[in-house]
């Protein structure tokens, strides 16, 4: 009894890691996931939470929870903006425009979480200011491409800050429990 017992400690532990392959399939069906939940999201809920013409956008809110998750490279963040200004192009406003935003965004999240801070406070200042920066974006494209007057240019001024600050919190509050569902 005693020499089975030492024969099973003597064994060698193997430990199997993630291949880089599974790695990128699961980075990929998480951001497919999230951008879709986004989409949903924002259709549904979108339509009945309109405070004042201000209400979150939820496709950013998910890519910004995506790349926190996942912590792509810069090529990475920039498909990731580009897959989210194409869902974005199946909903109502100008066209082509969040494709130049979003890809704005994702950059400037993916940059955000470089930089050494506190993990929920990281995520909700990078959630920020990635909204602001696609949002303010596109809000200047709209005036050098679409004719939009200086008035309308003002006016979005604080829709985008107020849409900052709810995608902000919706991240803030999605963000750890999916950093612990996924161990990340």
Not at 75 to 83: Q, T
Not at 141 to 148: S, V
């Amino acid at each position: 009894m005693a020499n089975e017992n030492s024969n099973r400690t003597a064994q060698k532990r193997e430990v199997k890691a993630e291949s880089r392959a599974a790695v990128e399939i699961r980075n990929l069906i998480l951001t497919a996931v999230l951008l879709a939940a986004g989409a949903v999201l924002k259709f549904f809920v979108g339509s009945v939470v309109n405070i004042g013409g201000m209400k979150p956008n939820f496709i950013i809110a998910m890519y910004c929870l995506a790349i926190l998750l996942i912590k792509p490279d810069l090529l990475r963040a920039l498909i990731i903006g580009i897959l989210a200004g194409a869902v974005c192009q199946f909903f109502p406003g100008t066209p082509y425009l969040n494709f130049i935003s979003e890809i704005a965004g994702a950059l400037v999240m993916a940059l955000m979480i470089k930089i050494p801070m506190q993990k929920n406070l990281s995520s909700v200042v990078s959630t920020f200011v990635a909204t602001v920066v696609s949002g303010g974006l596109y809000t200047v494209c709209l005036f050098l491409f679409a004719n939009a007057t200086a008035e309308t240019l003002v006016a979005y001024v604080p829709i985008v800050l107020c849409t900052a600050l709810l995608n902000m919190v919706i991240v803030g509050v999605l963000y750890v429990p999916a950093r612990a569902a996924l161990k990340a």
